[in-house]
């Protein structure tokens, strides 16, 4: 039981480049989430997913899509990369109308030059 | 909205000393759930504990307690005799009971234990 994986760890990229996060999950959690976390300021969140197919906006969702295609994968994609895209991404996952805790991944470290 | 502030954005405490750090929230709703995480230097979000705002009794996880003041939307971790291992950033979270269940995090206190 892996629990909540993120792929890859570390990226740097170019301005105007592209790439894609992938997060899995074998959990069998039905809500997905993807959160940013800059210098000084907790994390944010960019998007989420309530279930497979499904997807919603957070807090900072520009510049930014995402997919859910199977139940246990989120990801999250950079159309054009830009210097203040450049942070630190979590994923995380949670069940269904449960209060319980999420559960992160160990976070990628990205960098826009 | 919902907004979740924590003042201290760093603290500093001998080994065995007791802490307590400070989070203060806003918000319109009236059941929803708070949390504390931990992250270590190894960047992985660590559940420390959570508090249902139904539930008068403060929760506790055996170091760990909050004091969780409803009406002053006040939620406080106390750290009892720290340890090293209690180095971390600590973010304050606070969650809706309804739809989607999203966390909204503080902007994080870096605690820092000295032997």
């Known amino acids: 039981n892996a629990g909540v994986t993120q792929t890859p760890k570390f990226r740097v990229l170019k301005t105007g480049q592209s790439m894609t996060l992938l997060c899995a999950q074998d959990m069998n959690h039905e809500y997905m989430y993807w959160y940013r976390q800059d210098p000084g300021m907790g994390l944010r969140l960019i998007h989420y997913s309530v279930g497979e197919g499904t997807t919603a906006k957070g807090e900072v969702p520009d510049g930014y899509n995402v997919s859910r295609l199977k139940k246990q994968n989120f990801l999250l994609g950079l159309e054009s990369a830009a210097p203040s895209q450049t942070s630190v991404y979590f994923c995380?996952?949670?069940?269904?109308?449960?209060?319980?805790?999420?559960?992160f991944g160990p976070g990628t470290r990205l960098t826009v030059l | 909205a919902q907004t979740v502030t924590q003042s201290q954005p760093e603290m500093s405490v001998q080994e065995a000393e007791t802490v307590t750090l400070s989070c203060t929230y806003d918000t319109s709703e009236s059941n929803y759930y708070l949390f504390w995480y931990k992250q270590p230097p190894s960047r992985q979000m660590i559940l420390v504990i959570r508090?249902?705002?139904?539930?008068?009794q403060n929760a506790t996880e055996n170091r760990f307690s909050v004091n969780f003041q409803k009406a002053a939307k006040s939620f406080s971790l106390k750290i009892s005799d720290s340890q090293l291992g209690d180095t971390a950033m600590y973010f304050c979270a606070f969650m809706k009971l309804k739809g989607a269940q999203k966390l909204v995090f503080g902007q994080g206190t870096r605690l820092t234990i000295n032997p």
């Open positions: 508090q249902e705002a139904y539930k008068q």
């Open positions: 995380a996952s949670s069940y269904a109308g449960s209060t319980d805790t999420q559960y």
